[in-house]
């Protein structure tokens, strides 16, 4: 939301606020299988620390830029980071709460995350 008033205040065009809106929902959708198979292949700990870093990196980037593609490709970055770590989290809710509580579990965190959005 800031970043739509940030692009707004700039005299953004409402082109502006939808690429905005698509690059950080289209590698959500895009990265799906990329990040299921990341997930099987690496270590989640390797995962979720260094995409998050690189995350946290882009986020702080994103308060020194201006430039409108800039800050698109930043924002499709943290995007594309949260449909590997938001797999990764998935995949290791068995792990977490085990068998016994594995449909729970999932409810719950498919409820938060709807809530959240």
Sequence with gaps: ???LLRLQESGGQPLGAA???LAALA???LFGSL????????DSRTLLVSISTA???A???LAFVDS???VLGLVALIATGEAVTSTTWTALIPAIVGPAAVAR???LSQAWGTVSF
């Design 59 to 61: 986020c702080l980037a």
């Design 1 to 3: 939301m800031a970043l």
């Design 35 to 42: 990040a299921g198979r990341l997930v099987d292949r690496f």
């Design 55 to 57: 995350q946290a990196a």
């Design 27 to 29: 590698p959500l959708a």
């Design 105 to 107: 579990a999932l409810g």
């Design 19 to 21: 690429a905005l809106l």
């Design 68 to 70: 409108t593609p800039w």
